[in-house]
């Protein structure tokens, strides 16, 4: 695995980079369930790293005010009129990606814990052709919130799974912070986990002869809202995930044709 270190991008990201963001049609997708305190943070912090990039937010099901503040914040919003879950706000994002031929869909969690200062981290592997999914990971530095001890070890045993299964190492697989090239987001637009897809669809690229690639960046404790995962459902979690992968590792899965 070419790990990539946060320290080292920042000094190397140049103006072939900054050209290829800019000149490159670019869909932030964020997802958001009861995420008002946090959704115009999000926002801004976006516009402000990345101001050429259109910026989606998928209100999913919210109960609270998720809408009116991220359309007052200047973003453009589907709203789910149930709740759906990660995965099904994801994949609309990437459906709306996909109909409308982005070149590159980035996912920004909508509770504040993914840093845009960032954003070129996990885009420089897509734009530059050497990845079809990036992945933000925060245990190759180890540096930052790193998730509970309970969550780590759940971490570590879905990411020997999932190595197993494909054959490269992946630290954080359950990282939400990602960014997809069009091939990738046309496998993602017709097959996407419902619950947690996170960890499915690393095996899902895999399976559909595209490649990915690991880069290290520093997230932040969720800065509004509650997380949907406690001890119990960590337990449901990994039951649930690990029949997903082995499913997954049963069907068959063509290699994917999009052209560039």
Do not use: W
């Amino acid at each position: 695995m070419n790990a990539v270190s946060t320290k080292k991008d920042k000094t190397v990201t140049g103006e072939s980079l900054r050209q290829g963001i800019t000149s490159s049609k670019i869909l932030i997708i964020i997802p958001a369930y009861n995420e008002e305190h946090s959704i115009s943070h999000v926002i801004h912090d976006v516009k402000t790293h990345c101001p050429t990039a259109h910026i989606l937010v998928i209100n999913d099901g919210s109960k609270d005010r998720t809408r009116e503040v991220a359309e007052a914040n200047g973003a453009s919003v589907i709203t789910l009129p149930t709740n759906l879950g990660i995965g099904g706000a994801m994949q609309t994002g990437y459906r709306y990606a996909h109909r409308y031929d982005y070149d590159v869909a980035v996912q920004v969690d909508g509770d504040g814990q993914h840093k845009a200062e960032q954003l070129h981290l996990i885009l420089d592997p897509v734009l530059s052709g050497k990845a079809d999914l990036a992945i933000g990971s925060r245990f190759i530095e180890q540096t930052g919130f790193l998730s509970s001890a309970t969550r780590r070890v759940g971490i570590k045993i879905l990411s020997t799974i999932v190595t197993a299964m494909t054959r490269k190492r992946v630290l954080d697989v359950t990282s939400g912070f990602r960014a997809a090239n069009k091939r990738a987001i046309a496998v993602f637009q017709s097959d996407y986990a419902t619950d947690y897809p996170e960890v499915d669809s690393i095996v899902l690229i895999h399976r559909s002869g595209l490649r990915t690639s690991e880069v290290a960046v520093v997230m932040e404790a969720r800065t509004g809202g509650t997380s949907s995962i406690n001890a119990m459902r960590s337990v449901y979690y990994m039951v649930k995930v690990t029949l997903s992968l082995f499913i997954r590792s049963l069907k068959a899965t063509k290699p994917v044709e999009v052209q560039s």
